[in-house]
């Protein structure tokens, strides 16, 4: 298993940015995909970006053209950023990191964002 911290969550207004920052620690070696997902009230949780080990990103459909997810790798930890520009309203959800290998997927205990008018 692996734990996640996440930070950079927040209030921004539409039309503005934010930085997401996931760090994995525990058994890094075993990830083979990381990244970051979001459920807004209502919905179904849905993929925002992904990247696997050998550095391929997935974007989702409704962020895919204002995100850029990056990674950074250290002796112990794995860092995921997740960069949010151009902000909506309908942006506004709870965001959480996963970090998912052939025998686990662990989740953070997400971050808000809200994007206001």
């Known amino acids: 298993q692996v734990q996640l911290v996440e930070s950079g969550g927040g209030l921004v207004q539409a039309g503005g940015s934010l930085r997401l920052s996931c760090s994995a620690s525990?058994?890094?070696?075993?990830?083979?995909?990381m990244g970051w997902f979001r459920q807004a009230p209502g919905k179904e949780r849905e993929l925002v970006a992904s990247?696997?080990?050998?550095?391929?990103?997935?974007?989702g459909v409704s962020l895919k053209d204002r995100v850029t997810l990056s990674r950074d790798n250290a002796a112990n930890t794995i860092t995921v950023y997740l960069q949010m520009n151009n902000l909506k309203l309908e942006d506004t959800a709870v965001y959480y990191c996963?970090?998912?290998?052939?025998?686990?997927?662990?989740w953070g205990q997400g971050t808000q964002v809200t994007v206001s008018s």
């Open positions: 996963n970090a998912a290998s052939a025998i686990f997927a662990s």
């Open positions: 990247m696997t080990r050998d550095g391929n990103t997935h974007y």
């Open positions: 525990g058994s890094i070696g075993a990830i083979t995909a």
